[in-house]
């Protein structure tokens, strides 16, 4: 099993950036997808940004031209460049990474907290 550890989070000022990476305990192979999600307190958790294998990217509406995913390498196979941020981007930040190898796998993040306040 694969434990993925985010890093990056923090506390930030509006306007401001933050870059967050997603580090994996072992090297991961056969990706197919990697995804950005949040959880605000008491909301439920969305997706934000998702990348396929292909170089297929997806926002969401909240985040588009503030928001960049990017993959890195098999040991932090993603990264999220945040700028411009606004106080409701205010949430813990998990990564996730599907894939097949022998079997499939679905891997999560256990969070970062970014909290972005004057």
């Known amino acids: 099993q694969v434990q993925l550890v985010e890093s990056g989070g923090g506390l930030v000022q509006p306007g401001g950036s933050l870059r967050l990476s997603c580090v994996a305990s072992r090297s991961i192979f056969s990706i197919d997808r990697m995804e950005w999600y949040r959880q605000a307190p008491g909301k439920q958790r969305e997706s934000v940004v998702s990348?396929?294998?292909?170089?297929?990217?997806r926002y969401a509406d909240s985040v588009k031209g503030r928001f960049t995913i990017s993959r890195g390498n098999a040991n932090v196979p993603v990264y999220l460049q945040m700028n411009s941020l606004k106080p409701e981007d205010t949430a813990v930040y998990y990564c996730?990474?599907?894939?097949?190898?022998?079997?499939?796998?679905?891997?999560w993040g256990q969070g970062t907290q970014v909290t972005v306040s004057s």
């Open positions: 996730r990474v599907r894939g097949r190898a022998s079997v499939l796998y679905d891997y």
């Open positions: 990348i396929t294998s292909g170089g297929i990217t």
